[in-house]
């Protein structure tokens, strides 16, 4: 959770997993985790029935001694992220810091609701969205909490249901954990009325905190095939995207819910939540303080036989993990077989270079999980700002500009997005004309996707606000800046070349190129808006002066304008290119 | 490429430069380059083909630095043309380095280099369309899929369409990947993606190929297959150049070798020339790099009373 990097598997120390009896020296032990006993107990249990001597197969490790040397291993793993880079320590101790910051505002917060009308609908959606969280967490962090791999446990004599114990204690430790109970309490406090209330709330805090751990594990074992695959890295590429857009829903949540009575709107889905566990326990306590014995003894079963359930099933498929080949043994299922290359919509492309390196970028843009992020981000993006600004009240047919804009974006870096098989491209580069030809491709599929996106968008908008009028001089100005960006672009492509490290969600440049990076994109947009000018001027002009009549000349002039700067911008670009392809790939192979 | 330089021994001191062509010593690079290549250029060629024609490459001062670290310190060579050039050396020796600057996929800070008598920095369009190149540690197109990479691969390089895909077929029958073809590369395992490498490198039948590591990581079905090809390519004229470090390998496949260490050439001329007295290309290599010491008395312990 702490470092949620796909490549975490591979830290050096990792090895320490499988082998708990040796990771036990590594670790400075701090008075708190061992006790004496421990190590003879875990050397023991874990090693005696491999060393083979003497020890004729004992009952394995018993839940008890199990249990604290995955306390202990979990503890260890936390202390071992003290131990990194500095950057990354620092890193880790200003998450650690800020998440026990976030817990214990929550927890003020929830206690100062207690008494609050609606506070039993917000409690109870709370622990929804909570749960929710630990069901999808380990789906886009699949490397945040090293012990939820159990394939590294295979080689240890260990029986499913002490695994399991093991398993689920080990989840409770952790900072994700440490901030689910402060909710928790927050929640059962701001709810619990009475004596009563008050001790089933103690049992709804640790049936919430089990059932969401457990979740968590249940999910991550289920899929453990996809998350170990290709195609679970994939997806863990795209964490970025769903945060960014799970961060705009919660904005957009929370503003809805702090206007006056607005906690009041989650009334309904509180309704449904309170018989969905682990919510049903947190309203338990609320049912109790309320008198209704009846519904909370319902609702506390309820959730006790999720959190069976869950454990069966999780129980199960760990069974099944351990005991099957492991996927990398399994041959993967052959993909449905393709006829020939000039099938479907690509036949439509141009022949020669232009068509070729066009079927490669929209290709790229749909496989590349990278790639696809970006065009993701930009296509929503530029769809969603003019309908939530519209939404807010305040909007303008203008603010279709953005899809232009972000679109447009996409042509910087071009290299940079081709990591280092640039060289591919760099060895059928001999002649500026090839650079151009390249260049013009990669804007052409830019443009294949963009132009009638950013009409459709400015026709939306258009008809959204009503204003049709518009129209085409919001479309003329779109293309216009569309034009400038690819036109800056392609110059910042061939110039100022960065890698895209190819194995984060989040990072987009490679340490040390940071600073290439900005000059490309600010520097670009910077230069990209000065070229808009001439016709932005003109719109503005025609306003001023009154000449509403004449405001459709900007759609075609936008477009010609377009057309003429795109152009330049590839006729500078392409030489530039050609001359620096050994200084471009080697920007573009850092990642 | 880089990596491989910043492990070069060479660069230790403050000016390792006059230290590693001291020790070259005798042998062929440094002295008097343009009478070691004078030297290889007469020597007959055992194929009996190469002995009249050009050399395939003429590499002349070639230097490249990388920070303090320098990574090829003026190498002169001339290789053969129509023949299986092998590129040998220890981790770090600065072949990738060296592979790069002649394929122009780096820029040398000093040097020449010539290709079927093109200047790859002056004639990059002939020279581009004469070489096939299979780079160590750059990505391929990996989300595309092999018959895709193909089709991408030859239509860049201008070849016709319909052209590309027959070519395509043949490469991917003879490679066995026919029945992966349609997989994306970045599923494919190590051996796979160097033979659609080579296949790629091979599509629009370049005069000379350069493969760095061809082996390196290949199982040995696939390592036969890719010999299998490379031989049949180079019986019709043309010439590869590949470096490893797997000395049996290259003993086994080259007429003539060039041996690298410490960012300089320390031998170069035909297999049995290079080999000398020595009874394998190992010994001789050992001898030339000077890593033959012995060390049993270290670890007298080791396999004594327990």
Redesign the interface.
């Given at each position: 959770m702490s470092h949620p990097s796909p490549e975490q598997p591979r830290q050096p120390r990792d090895p320490a997993l499988p082998r708990p009896s040796v990771a036990q020296p590594a670790a400075p032990q701090p008075a708190a985790a061992p006790r004496p006993s421990f190590p003879p107990a875990g050397g023991e249990g874990t090693r005696g029935p491999l060393a083979g001597s003497g020890f004729a197969a004992p009952a394995p490790a018993s839940v008890a001694v199990l249990v604290q040397v995955f306390a202990a291993l979990k503890l260890s793993l936390l202390r071992n992220g003290l131990r990194q880079s500095s950057g990354r320590r620092a890193a880790y101790i200003a998450s650690v810091v800020l998440v026990g910051l976030f817990a214990v505002l929550q927890l003020l917060g929830l206690i100062a609701l207690r008494g609050h009308e609606h506070a039993a609908a917000l409690v109870v959606t709370l622990t929804g969205v909570l749960a929710l969280g630990w069901a999808v967490m380990p789906l886009f962090f699949p490397g945040g909490d090293e012990t939820l791999d159990a394939t590294r446990l295979v080689m240890l004599p260990l029986r499913p249901h002490t695994l399991i114990a093991a398993l689920l204690t080990s989840s409770l430790i952790g900072i994700g954990p440490l901030f689910t109970l402060a909710l928790a309490v927050g929640s059962v406090v701001a709810v619990a009325h009475g004596a009563a209330a008050a001790a089933v709330a103690v049992l709804a805090v640790a049936l919430t905190m089990l059932v969401c751990v457990a979740l968590a594990r249940m999910v991550a074992t289920a899929n453990i095939r996809l998350l170990t695959s290709r195609k679970g890295r994939d997806l863990a590429l795209l964490s970025g995207l769903f945060i960014a857009v799970g961060a705009q829903a919660v904005n957009l949540g929370t503003q809805k819910l702090s206007d006056a009575g607005g906690l009041g709107a989650l009334e309904p889905a509180a309704d449904v939540l309170r018989w969905v566990p682990p919510a049903a326990a947190v309203d338990a306590v609320w049912s109790v303080g309320d008198g209704s014995y009846g519904t909370a003894a319902a609702q506390l079963g309820l959730t006790v036989a999720a959190l069976a359930g869950i454990v069966w099933f999780w129980q199960r498929s760990l069974s099944t993990l351990m005991t099957s080949p492991d996927s990398s043994t399994i041959q993967v299922a052959q993909e449905r077989t393709r006829p020939t290359d000039a099938r479907g919509p690509a036949r439509w492309l141009p022949a020669g270079r232009t068509g070729t390196v066009m079927l490669r970028t929209l290709r790229y843009a749909w496989r590349d999980p990278k790639t696809k992020a970006g065009w993701a981000t930009a296509l929503g993006i530029g769809l969603l700002l003019p309908v939530v600004m519209v939404a807010q009240g305040g909007g303008s047919v203008y603010s279709a500009c953005w899809a232009a804009g972000l679109l447009g974006m996409q042509m910087y870096n071009q290299f940079g997005q081709d990591s280092s098989a640039f060289w591919m491209v760099a060895q059928t580069i001999g002649t500026p004309r090839d650079a151009y030809l390249e260049l013009r491709g990669r804007a052409l599929a830019l443009v294949l996707v963009a132009l009638p996106y950013v009409t459709l968008v400015v026709i939306g908008a258009a008809a959204l606000l009503g204003d049709w009028a518009a129209f085409p001089e919001v479309l003329g100005l779109s293309l216009a800046m569309l034009g400038a960006l690819l036109a800056t672009g392609a110059l910042a492509s061939a110039r100022y070349p960065y890698s895209i490290p190819q194995d984060s969600g989040y990072k987009n440049v490679v340490p040390g190129q940071a600073g290439l990076a900005w000059i490309s994109i600010l520097g670009g947009m910077l230069v990209g808006a000065l070229l808009c000018a001439p016709v932005l001027g003109l719109t503005i002009w025609l306003h001023v002066a009154d000449h509403h009549g004449l405001l459709w000349l900007i759609l075609p002039i936008g477009a010609a304008y377009a057309y003429a700067i795109t152009h330049i911008g590839l006729r500078l670009a392409a030489p530039r290119t050609a001359d620096r392809l050994p200084e471009i790939l080697a920007a573009v192979s850092k990642g | 490429?880089?990596s491989e330089a910043a492990h070069t021994s060479s660069g230790a001191a403050k000016q390792p430069l006059t230290d590693t062509t001291a020790v070259t010593g005798g042998t062929a690079a440094t002295g008097a380059p343009t009478g070691a290549e004078a030297d290889g250029r007469q020597r007959p060629a055992p194929g009996g083909a190469g002995a009249e024609r050009p050399p395939a490459v003429r590499v002349s001062g070639l230097w490249k630095r990388f920070g303090e670290q320098v990574a090829v310190a003026g190498i002169d060579l001339e290789l053969p043309a129509g023949q299986f050039v092998g590129l040998v050396g220890p981790n770090g020796a600065g072949k990738t380095t060296t592979l790069s600057m002649i394929?122009?996929?780096?820029?040398p800070d000093l040097g020449q280099v010539e290709i079927a008598g093109h200047d790859v920095w002056r004639d990059?369009?002939?020279?581009?369309?004469r070489i096939g190149?299979l780079?160590e540690?750059?990505?391929?197109?990996?989300?595309?899929s092999g018959?895709?990479l193909l089709?991408?691969?030859g239509?860049?390089?201008?070849l016709d369409?319909d052209e590309v895909?027959s070519r395509a077929t043949q490469l991917l029958g003879v490679l066995d990947l026919a029945?992966a073809q349609?997989?994306?590369v970045?599923?494919y395992s190590t051996g796979m993606r160097k033979k659609i490498g080579l296949a790629?490198a091979l599509l629009h039948n370049p005069e000379v190929l350069f493969l760095d590591e061809p082996f390196e990581g290949v199982d040995p079905v696939s390592a036969q297959t890719i010999r299998g090809v490379l031989e049949r390519y180079t019986a019709s004229g043309a010439t590869v150049v590949f470096s490893s470090h797997v000395m049996e390998l290259v003993e086994s496949l080259c007429d003539w070798v060039a041996v690298m260490a410490g960012a300089t050439i320390r031998a170069h001329g035909p297999l049995a020339e290079v080999r000398g007295a020595a009874p394998t290309l190992q010994d001789a290599f050992l001898e030339l790099v000077g890593a033959n010491r012995q060390q049993g008395h270290d670890l007298d312990w080791l396999g004594g009373a327990r």
């Open positions: - | 490429m880089a394929t122009g996929l780096l820029r990059p369009v002939a020279v581009k369309a190149v780079p540690g750059l990505r391929l197109f990996e989300r595309l018959r895709e089709a991408y691969t239509r860049l390089r201008g369409g895909d029945g349609h997989k994306l970045v599923d790629a």
